[in-house]
């Protein structure tokens, strides 16, 4: 037996799983009933209950917000029964609140584990993302490309024309002019509503998904759980920081960034070893939905590890009580 106190992925990574499955059960009945806030607040009552039952010494660095602002599982909340390895934990108890309460696709709820000190800690703005599936070398596009040049040069790549590369582009105002010369490429652009989680795993597995490559603005700290999940699956992603007022930048110098122009890499984001689990909470294509049958439940989970790059797809199902 290794010491306790090491990371212990393989025994850990189960555990993980049971935490994103509660999230998820817990949040089940509450989709499509157009109640983001219970749907969430059910998500994160129930992931923080399971994750205080592992044996670890966990400190959450993504989370539900700062200490203030978020009562559970905020920034710096200590979790776990603190018996165990010290590990970062990063969390989205539901990513896509607002899919969840429309019975919109591919709401999911995530977690991932590494050593303690390994995850960036991204503070809550805005991150310019770029990824692209495990096929390819790592610099084969870059933030700096403009959005057309990283369609034909993925297209020249997989060795195909730029029309038959499909681009996940997250549908907001400030992506006009993206989607725009996206398009005049002649490539295909999926817009998703929200969950760029989800967008930037789509590339991981391009042909289940029909999705090459993910561009476009959205939180940092899903940066950072984009990036565990594509380090176990295999694929790059690139972020910068993007930050539009002096309180923006204050944030990122609470969180200990002094460069706020870098570029971050997959394995600058997550500098170790890390396990990651995602259940499906709406039906998706990554992952099956909830079901609620008579009384027992059903929902599927990604569980990875990138220290084998192994993927399981685990489904669970459980009587339902009361
Ligand atoms: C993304 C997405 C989230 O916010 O980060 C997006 O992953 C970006 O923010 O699911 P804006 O909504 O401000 O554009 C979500 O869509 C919602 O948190």
Not at 260 to 266: A, D, K, P, S, V
């Amino acid at each position: 037996m290794g010491d306790v106190t090491e990371f212990q992925d393989r025994l850990l990574s189960l555990g993980l799983a049971r935490v994103s499955e509660a999230a998820a059960i817990a949040s089940a009945r509450l989709i499509g009933r157009g109640d983001e806030k219970a749907a969430d607040q059910a998500a994160v009552n129930a992931m923080r209950a399971q994750l205080n039952l592992l044996d670890i010494a966990g400190v959450v660095v993504i989370g539900e917000g700062e200490r203030d602002e978020a009562p559970m599982l905020y920034i710096g909340e200590e979790v776990g029964t603190g018996r165990g390895p010290a590990v970062d934990i990063a969390l989205d108890p539901l990513e896509g609140t607002t899919l969840t309460a429309k019975d919109m696709p591919n709401a999911l709820t995530v977690i991932a584990m590494a050593p303690r000190g390994s995850l960036l800690h991204a503070p809550d703005v805005y991150m310019d993302k770029l990824a692209i599936g495990p096929a390819y070398e790592p610099d084969t596009v870059t933030l700096d490309m403009s959005p057309a040049a990283r369609v034909r040069a993925l297209a020249r790549a997989k060795g195909v024309a730029a029309d038959e590369i499909a681009v996940c582009i997250l549908d907001r105002p400030r992506h006009e002019a993206m989607i725009a010369e996206v398009r005049a490429t002649g490539a295909a652009i999926r817009l998703i509503t929200d969950g760029d989680v989800a967008g930037v795993m789509h590339c991981a597995e391009p042909d289940v998904t029909g999705i090459d490559m993910y561009m476009g603005s959205g939180g940092a700290p899903e940066g950072v759980l984009a990036a565990s999940a594509l380090k176990c699956m295999g694929g790059h992603i690139f972020g910068r920081l993007l930050f539009r007022n002096d309180e923006e930048r204050n944030r990122a110098a609470k969180a200990g960034i002094t460069d706020l122009n870098r570029i971050y890499t997959r394995d600058d984001m997550v500098r170790d070893d890390v396990i990651f689990a995602a259940t499906g909470v709406t039906q998706g294509s990554l992952l099956r939905g909830i079901k609620l049958g008579h009384g027992f439940v059903e929902c599927e989970t990604i569980l990875m590890r990138s220290k084998t790059g192994s993927v399981r797809r685990v489904s669970y199902r459980a009587p339902l009580h009361g």
